[in-house]
């Protein structure tokens, strides 16, 4: 479960933003990735990356395993569970470029500067699947994708075969495809920020509770489909912002809307299913904010030149615990 939102302020600067909504503990912190690094591929081999770039994830074995991320080109990725519908290749293809599932998002932070070039080079990619080194199974994924354009696509696997979708709402969460989100927001037509008026039946009239009953019908659940609503009327009608810091602001409210507290979506095994860390990322300064479940602060890492030309990667650890600004 993830939901992820793209959206620009009124100083036209693009913004990506995802709640990472799981059942195992994913310990992700955020980590920045140099240029010229290099990370072995299940069937590539060792591969150097183009672009340096910055997100959340975790070291398994000796290289880094990513969730999202923004590179230094302004482009960002981030996936999200396709349960049931994922269908990946079961062998390389002679003459591609081989990933599995879950090298796709490095791969894609490391080589590709914009969604018009990744509209091309992704018809010389296989995914094939492999089981997760940190799961221990098949992790079934899909990816949304935004460049400093605005321009948002999806990346999903149908059939065995990969296909790259343009996204005309910059919203994604899981299962079922782009086109089934897309065709089922027309059920609710009649969901508007403005109250709804009064109306006579016969000779009886009636009247809205009180405000905010144009959103009645607004689905509150927390499934895909309720998620996917949500937060694309929520995206369309909140305030933007002027700048930076008022979209930021605005960002985060609207991830509160889909945000998973402990104990309310618990799994058949018993395990929470909650939003372990909400990340937003400014794609014009390739800037990437963290937020971590047990605290309210959020931390900022910059793709600075510095970090982009190091010699290693370079993790941050952050603080989990809650705190609070004393007055007096």
């Not at 094939?128 to 994924?141: A, C, E, K, Q, R």
């Not at 919203?171 to 897309?182: F, G, Q, Y």
């Not at 609710?188 to 009886?204: A, G, V, W």
């Not at 369309?236 to 605005?250: D, F, H, I, M, W």
């Amino acid at each position: 479960m993830c939901t992820s939102i793209t959206l620009q302020s009124e100083d036209k600067l693009t913004f990506f933003a995802r709640t990472m909504d799981f059942g195992f503990e994913l310990n992700g912190l955020p980590i920045a990735i140099p240029r010229h690094y290099a990370s072995t591929f299940h069937f590539e081999g060792t591969l150097k990356t183009t672009y340096a770039f910055v997100g959340t994830g975790q070291k398994i074995g000796r290289d880094y395993m990513f969730a999202d991320g923004v590179n230094e080109k302004g482009l960002a990725i981030a996936e999200l569970y396709y349960l049931n519908e994922a269908s990946y290749q079961t062998n390389p293809v002679e003459g591609k470029i081989n990933l599995t599932q879950d090298e796709f998002l490095t791969w894609v932070l490391g080589h590709v500067a914009s969604i018009d070039e990744l509209k091309e080079v992704i018809k010389q990619v296989a995914m094939i699947g492999v089981s997760n080194p940190l799961l221990s199974v098949m992790t079934p994924l899909h990816f949304i994708v935004s460049d400093r354009t605005g321009k948002c696509v999806v990346v999903e696997t149908n059939n065995e075969t990969l296909t790259i979708k343009d996204n005309p709402v910059g919203v994604m969460t899981n299962s079922p495809t782009l086109e089934w989100h897309l065709t089922n927001l027309n059920n609710y037509l009649f969901i508007k920020p403005t109250n709804y008026q009064s109306k006579e039946f016969e000779d009886y009239t009636i009247k809205p509770f009180g405000q905010g009953s144009g959103t009645y019908g607004l689905p509150g659940g927390l499934t895909s489909p309720e998620r996917f609503v949500r937060a694309t009327y929520m995206k369309t009608y909140a305030e933007k912002g002027k700048n930076e810091s008022q979209t930021l602001n605005s960002i985060f409210h609207i991830l509160n809307t889909v945000t998973i507290p402990k104990g309310v979506n618990i799994k058949d095994d018993g395990h929470n299913d909650y939003t372990q860390y909400r990340a937003v990322f400014n794609l014009n300064s390739a800037t990437y904010y963290f937020n971590p479940y047990y605290t309210q602060e959020v931390f900022s890492v910059e793709l600075t030149e510095d970090l982009c030309s190091k010699d290693e990667a370079t993790v941050f650890s952050v603080s989990q615990d809650f705190s609070v600004t004393k007055l007096n």
